[in-house]
């Protein structure tokens, strides 16, 4: 299995690893089961994502598909973070095997994940701006 460039360099360098004390907005996905557990803490000011954290529990591509999916939404307009996807996340990497697609899968769904919590922490119900948020582990049962 080979990894772009890209994808090594964000699986040694990851970028924006941690967690955010006072987070506006917590996601977390994945199970133990299929082995990747991803958790991101976003702050929001003005409707701009100001800082984005991860932790991830997981091979090599998840860690730099939680790594890129964050550079990808840092500073950005909520609107415009809910717009990534798993793809926009692989074309960034330049690419993923595809029995690893479902990391960038999860990447995407723990952004959304924490803007539907930002949501409901601010009493508002996420399902219209988010959408239905299934279980993102379900992309595991493909390979």
């Known amino acids: 299995m080979l990894y772009s460039e890209k994808v090594m360099e964000h699986f040694s360098n990851p970028r924006n690893v941690g967690e955010i004390e006072d987070a506006d907005g917590i996601g977390e996905v994945g199970n133990a089961q299929c082995g990747d557990i991803m958790k991101m803490y976003i702050q929001v000011k003005d409707g701009l994502i100001t800082d984005v954290k991860f932790k991830t529990f997981g091979c090599g591509a998840a860690i730099a598909t939680s790594s890129m999916a964050t ?67 379900d992309a595991c049962h493909l390979h």
């Open 71 to 137: 550079e990808l939404i840092k500073g950005k307009p909520i609107e415009d973070a809910l717009k990534l996807t798993n793809k926009a996340v692989i074309e960034a990497l330049d690419g993923l095997p595809p029995v690893k697609v479902h990391c960038s899968v999860l990447a995407e769904q723990a952004i959304k994940t924490a803007i539907a919590d930002y949501y409901t922490r601010q009493g508002i119900d996420p399902t219209p701006i988010v959408g239905d948020i299934s279980d993102a582990c």
